[in-house]
């Protein structure tokens, strides 16, 4: 059953921009050494600001985690509140959009395993196509470590929906149910929390909320962002930082911060120059879970060649970063052309062959 899709204004420029952020950090922590162990003349505040700067990858996978809430868990919500949800379309859509790319990315893996010598076992690269990563293996790929919420918060959402959609009893979607259970338990629980929290975004943003309680979250939102950055870890040194309150108690509160943001600005179009920001962002977005998912293996290419890790800030190694960036997009959007771009072909495919049976 094919249904009519809704574009959602700046969802996809903001999806980009996450992936963005994302890849700036391990970028940046890549190809510069620890504050610490940089020259002299590098450990300056020039220096603490450029790092600072490129320290938001924690805030962007907590937006990735609310606009999977929202575009998963809030659309097939509405979609069984409508009569509309089909569980097999579900697994089949949920399954070839992220298992696809992500097979790919495993792939490339193995293969700069097998060249650096390194070792992930074929174990490990299989639970992490399972979701299992952090649970029973270990991260393989760098970021794979966020996929395992994605992946088990698809099958809770898509057991609940199912078994609130049946009256019928179902063995099958009780134990499944119940090993999601059992996964969010052995990973960090309250990250779950933004996954929900993205659910309530969707519904959010078919309530209007007045513009003073907007901008009130928009200062709030970016001041409570630039404080997850003073009271987390840290590889600058020699700067500020205070317990006032737990990371943990910052981020959640920075969730409900940007998941009411994210519900007003769905429903605002853009004019002008805008449209074609906003139609750029979308453009981008069709490949920013390949750029998610390929870029720390990118930089693995690019040290096993010869890119060495600097330990000197200045005009140069800043340029040389920003190229790395860019390679780091462009080996993105290759893969995405050998994968991401095929997962809706995928996808109708299999529905056919079902459909045909």
Not at 71 to 82: C, D, H, P
Request: glycine share 6%; net charge positive; hydrophobic share 50%.
């Amino acid at each position: 059953m094919i249904t009519e899709k809704r574009h959602y204004y700046w969802l996809d420029l903001i999806r980009f921009i996450s992936a963005v952020l994302v890849v700036m950090v391990h970028v940046r922590c890549e190809f510069f050494m620890t504050y610490s162990k940089l020259n002299v003349d590098s450990q300056n505040y020039f220096t603490q600001v450029f790092y600072f700067l490129n320290s938001f990858g924690s805030q962007a996978v907590l937006i990735f985690f609310i606009l999977s809430g929202f575009l998963v868990g809030g659309l097939n919500i509405e979609k069984a509140l409508q009569c509309k949800f089909y569980i097999k379309d579900f697994i089949i859509d949920r399954s070839v959009r992220i298992l696809l790319p992500l097979l790919g990315s495993l792939i490339i893996v193995f293969i700069i395993d097998l060249i650096s010598n390194e070792y992930h076992s074929i174990g490990e690269l299989f639970g992490n196509l399972l979701g299992l990563q952090g649970v029973i293996v270990n991260d393989a790929g760098g970021v794979f470590w966020t996929l395992s919420y994605e992946i088990w918060f698809y099958v809770l959402i898509g057991c609940i929906l199912y078994l609130l959609t049946h009256k019928s009893f179902n063995l099958t979607g009780i134990a499944l149910l119940l090993c999601s259970f059992i996964v969010f338990a052995q990973l960090n629980t309250y990250l779950l929390f933004f996954l929900i929290f993205g659910i309530l975004t969707f519904f959010l943003s078919k309530l209007k909320i007045q513009k003073k309680i907007i901008i009130v979250c928009v200062v709030l939102s970016i001041i409570v962002g630039l404080l997850i950055n003073f009271c987390g870890r840290t590889n600058v040194k020699n700067r500020f930082t205070f317990d006032l309150i737990s990371s943990e108690s910052l981020w959640l509160i920075f969730g409900v911060l940007i998941s009411i943001l994210i519900s007003q600005l769905v429903n605002i179009k853009p004019h002008g120059i805008l449209t074609k920001i906003n139609e750029y962002g979308t453009k981008m977005s069709v490949f920013s879970y390949s750029l998610y998912i390929t870029h720390y293996q990118c930089c693995r290419i690019m040290h096993m060649i010869g890119v060495p890790q600097v330990n000197y800030v200045n005009a140069t190694s800043i340029l040389y970063f920003f190229i790395e960036v860019i390679v780091c997009i462009i080996f993105a959007y290759l893969f995405y052309l050998l994968t991401e771009k095929h997962t809706s072909k995928l996808k109708k495919f299999i529905k056919s062959k079902i459909a045909n049976e």
